[in-house]
């Protein structure tokens, strides 16, 4: 294999002439909740509209229309978390090219059956990102056809850093630029674009913590590759971590106030200002990289973010075993205008005094304030609170 090289800005603006007609020029947005509580100007560039719900669209496509007749011939491979999967598919079916995608078993279902639905030939193997990829290179080797790196490629990379293009002409005076890092093509192709463009821009990479679980399955991969780490220790300014909670936070407020539907690693830039982990007070754009979230998942976080946020409160009580006890341990509930979804009155199978009963509650309220007066009033009228969550 011929040694990678990083693509240049004429790269990039070619990857742009390539892509033109099939990716979108995607919207940015100003975020008041975010400037309000950040106290800088927000900006937000909202790649999760992009088609295939994310930015590999970019560089997929452009990949795929430099290849040549015979390698258009042989179909070509790709590993994939989800998101470049889906990207090659679509790519290959607008090019007319067969695509074989290898997804880890436990891929989102949001993003395998799209993949599917592309026309792409999809196996599910192994656990992670890695297993699929020893996966398509033994396919590759058996077959011929071409491999489609998700990052290590510097015809995806220009593809991707076609994103640094329209932020410097959207956005030209915003001071600070993030952008979520996991295999580091979209922030290599990016900071490359914009180190050429608007040189006095500072570029922030934000990243999960590596090699456990983590709900930002799109940049869930052990290590950048050596071609984009190369290009990202020249090209960003600095690279922060953030922690799952910090990704919940951010996804539930995004949906809840910019209207805006993004997944894990699309929601790492906010995460991270949101936890004041970004410092200075300068303009800043957070890129939504992508919002292909998977429906279970996004309601497991939108829970967890509501109880967070005192949205949400799951109690349990104590009450005297006798007729309408229940009743009025409700009235005190109603009185303080918390709505309830869901009961549990248990009289066995707990430690209980003979006479007493126990009540799990799960209520809707509106914010933390809400939730101690609610515990307070019931601890007022005598009935003991263990706050669950």
Known sequence: ????????????????????????????????????????EVTLKAENLQRTGSFKIRGAFNRLSTLSPDERAAGV????????????????????VHATIFMPQDAPMAKVEP????????????????????AAVQRVEETGATFVHAFEDERVIAGQGTIGLELAEQLPDVGTVLIPVGGGGLAAGISIALRAKRPGMRIIGVEVRRGGYTIADGIAVKQPGALTMGILEETLDEIVEVSDEEISEAITLLLERSKLL????????????????????????????????????????????????????????????????????????????????????????????????????????RNEQHCLRLIAALESHGYPVERLR
């Not at 491979?77 to 007319?96: D, I, K, P, T, Y």
């Not at 990289?289 to 349990?316: C, E, F, M, Q, W």
């Open 77 to 96: 491979v790709a590993a994939s978390a989800g998101n470049h999967g889906q990207a090659v598919a679509w790519a290959a079916r607008e090019l007319g």
């Open 262 to 365: 993004v997944e894990g690693a699309g929601a790492v830039g906010v995460a991270a200002l949101l936890a004041g982990k970004i410092d200075g007070d300068d303009s800043v754009c957070a890129l939504l990289s992508g919002g292909n979230i998977d429906p279970t998942l996004l309601l497991s976080v939108l829970r967890h973010g509501l109880t967070v946020a005192g949205r949400y409160l799951v109690l349990r009580s104590r009450l005297g075993d006798r007729p309408g006890e229940l009743i009025r341990f409700l009235e005190v509930v109603a009185d303080t205008r918390a709505n309830i979804v869901a009961i549990e009155h248990r009289r066995e199978g707990v430690a209980l005094e003979v006479a007493d009963t126990e009540v799990e509650l799960t209520v809707v309220t």
């Open 115 to 134: 993949t599917v639905g592309y026309g792409a030939e999809e196996v599910l193997v192994g656990t992670g990102f890695e297993d699929a990829m020893s």
């Open 1 to 40: 294999m011929a040694t990678r090289t990083a693509p240049t800005l004429s790269d990039i603006e070619a990857a742009r002439e390539r892509i033109g007609a099939h990716a979108r020029l995607t919207p940015v947005y100003g975020s008041a909740t975010l400037s309000r509580q950040t106290r800088r």
